[in-house]
Structure formats: C-alpha cells, structure tokens
C-alpha cells in the first residue's frame, strides 16, 4: 500500500475539512431554502440543527477515520471485524462518486457563467436571460465539455496528494472564497432598501414555524456538512492522532455556517433591493440572480459583481469534488495496491462517464431518463433522499451502539486528555437523538411524513 500521507498543519485540517463541506449547497441551496421556508425563523433552526444532529454525526465519522488509518471502506471494515458493518462504508463511497458525477455538471455550469460573466454575456431583459440558460443546459457539446473540465480540474489536485494537493488548494481556495463572500456582502448590504433583505434573513418571525420548516431545516444542515458521503471518516484517516476532534468539529461548523450566512446576506439585501424573492429553487444562480445584479447594480458595478459571484461559485463546488474524488482515490489506492496517480484516473474516468450521461439527460438526450426522471434528476433524489441518510443513520448506529465504548471515549477525549466531559453528551446524541431525527429526514425527503 502507498503511503497515505497526512494533513501538515492544524489549520490544513480545518480548512481542507471545511471545504468539503463548503460548496454549492451553502451558496446556492441555503439561500433560497431560507427563502422558502420563512428566513429567520429557518436559519435558527437550522443553527440548533447543526449542533444538535451536525457535530455528532461529524464527529461519529471522524472517530471511525481517524481510529482506522485508512479508506472509508476498510475503516468500517477494520472496526466491526468484516462484519456488515463495513458495507456503510462502501455506501459512502458509491455515494461520493454519483455525487461527483452529477455535482460536476453544476458546477460545470459556473464554470461556463464564469466565462459568460467576463464576457459580458449574462445581462439583458428577464427574458433573455433565462432564454440563455435554457439554450446553455440543452446544448450538446458546451455544458459536456465544462462538465469533463470540472473533473479533471479536480482530478490535478487530488493526483499530488494530502498535503502538496488537497491541503494546498484548501489553503488557497477557502481563504479567497472567504474574501469574495466579505466583498459582495459589503457590495449588496449598501444598496437602497437592502436592510429589508438583511431582516428576513436574522430576525425570526417564529409564525413561520411549522413541522414542514423545521424538517428542512434538518436537511439542510444535514446536508451541507456532508453527513453520509464517507468524506469526513476519509478526511479524517489523515489527521494527526493529536487533533482535537471535538474542537475541530466545531470550528468546521462554525466556518460552514458562517458562509452560509454570508451568501445569505449578499443575496437577500440584493433581491430586496429590487423586489425580487431568492426563492426560486434551482434557477436561482443561474437566472433570478443575474436579473438581481442587472438591476440592483449599475452596469460596470454589476459585472464586477457577476463576475465575483460566479467565481465564488466554482471555487466553492471545489472545494467540494475535491473531497468527493479523494473518498474514490483512496479506496481504489489502499484496495487495489495501484499509485495515487491510477486511482485517481479511475475515479475521473468514472465520474466523467456518469456527468456525461447527466449532462446530457438535461435536454440534448431527453430519452436519457430513468424511472421517469432524468438521470441528473434521478441521481439527485437518489443519493440526496436515500443513500445519504441511510449511510449517515448506520453510522450513528455503529458509533453509538457497536463500536467498543473505550475505542469511541479514547478517540473523542485524545486518550483522556480533552472534552472528557462532553463525552457523555456525545454518546447521547448518537445513540437516541440522531437516529430518529435522521429517520424523519429520510421519511419527510420520500414525502411520506
């Protein structure tokens, strides 16, 4: 087996972590999730979801990681001695790579409206824009070759390995993602009537409130700390046995959260601004928000903050199929006994195959479809309403129920040395919270509750 390498600094641990959890679904899903399900109201809850299902899930994968030294697959392996168990750790991979495959053909896409944004290309009436869009994603070869360069992209960092790669590009890319956030939330928060956005978003109006919200608020959080990838448990098979993975888990949610927070506030005060509701689902980042910054703007200041914002779009998506391709690389590495450039062109080669399907299910192959759905829309609601909280809930199960309780107190106190009282809290929440909360989302995401 090669040597697997670990994350160099404390600091590499947070920020490569962090953004793997970072990326369309904080700039993108959370803003018009929060629209939908009545701003404030919905980011409190979304807040106590993060500590409450959040943390411990993180947590539960980084113990299982971080024990084992190795890929997802092996880990879970390793710690229930070939039992079953280590089929959730081959669901978290199979999962990673079908994420892969269809995120890349979103974020294929920014990567086009990038372009289209520095060429000046995304302005005009309502109408076209949206026509642009429409004409865009149907088209054959344009949407297909962004996608493919959005893997292979991915494909050269992950090749260089943990420290010269992934934790090299997170040391960039996080902080100058960080940076844009500051600079359109500064941009958007001085508009005229912007203050209106800004109190949708942090003052709850708790009449909003119901069943319905408070279910998609766990989802959300669920999901943009991706819980149930086998990315966290991969991640954390290179920290330091000294990482504290309380502590680490925190500042990672705390990081995740905040950017959330930030598109929330360059979207929200931009669509006040000029009577626009961000609430528009998917169509969002690519049609309602170009219209926003066309009229919210003048037309020098409303390019420059196109171009910014479809910049911190790619940087975010990543962030994230870094993470995702690494989960593969390893697995197909450690497995297989093949160098971290092969398996890294096996993954590529896998997930350029299934966004190639995607991308054309979207509209230059209609037939493309199963179950009646297009592959991309197929792939979506199968990991996202299945195999993600499947994978996360049997995690859960095996660190709160199975895993030896002086492997799981060890792993979360560093031998005794931190967070010995918080262990019990820990071990709470796995075993009787987390379960059932994860089994409504998983009911409420099939519409059966």
Known sequence: MTDRGNFGSKLGIVLATAGSAVGLG????????????????????????????????????????????????????????????????????????????????????????????????????????????????????????????????????????????????????????????????????????????????????????SSSVMLEALGQAFFSLSLGTACLCTYASYFTQDTNLVRSAGQIALLDTLIALLAGLVIFPAAASVGISPDSGPSLIFITLPNVFQQAFSPMMGYVVSLLFYALLVFAALTSTISMHEIGTAFISEELHMSRQRAATVITAIASAICIVCSLSMGAVPQFTVMGLSVMDFCDQLTANIMLPTGAMLTCLFVGWYIPRRITHDEFTNNGSHNTRLYSTFLFAVRYVCPPVILLIFLHQLGIV
């Not at 494909?155 to 960080?178: D, N, Y």
């Not at 941009?187 to 409130?209: N, Q, T, W």
């Open 26 to 209: 904080n700039v993108w899903r959370f803003p018009y999730m929060t629209g939908q399900n009545g701003g404030g109201a919905f980011l409190l809850i979304y807040v106590g979801c993060i500590l409450m299902l959040g943390l411990p899930g993180m947590i539960s994968e980084f113990i299982v990681g971080r024990h084992a030294q190795s890929n997802a697959a092996r880990a879970y392996d390793k710690l229930s001695a070939g039992k079953p168990w280590r089929l959730v750790g081959h669901l978290g991979i199979i999962t990673s790579i079908i994420i892969l495959g269809f995120y890349a053909v979103v974020a294929g896409w920014c990567l086009f409206y990038l372009y289209a944004s520095l060429a000046g290309h995304t302005g005009g009436s309502s109408e076209s824009i949206k026509n642009y869009f429409s004409s865009f994603s149907s088209a054959l070869w344009t949407p297909l070759l962004c996608g493919i360069s959005f893997v292979l992209i991915t494909h050269l960092v992950v090749v260089r390995g943990i420290q010269k790669g992934i934790e090299r590009a997170s040391r960039i890319l996080m902080p100058v993602l960080f940076v844009i956030l500051l600079i359109l939330v500064v941009a958007a928060c001085s508009l005229p009537g912007a203050i209106e956005g800004v109190r949708f978003l942090l003052l709850p109006d708790f009449s909003k409130i």
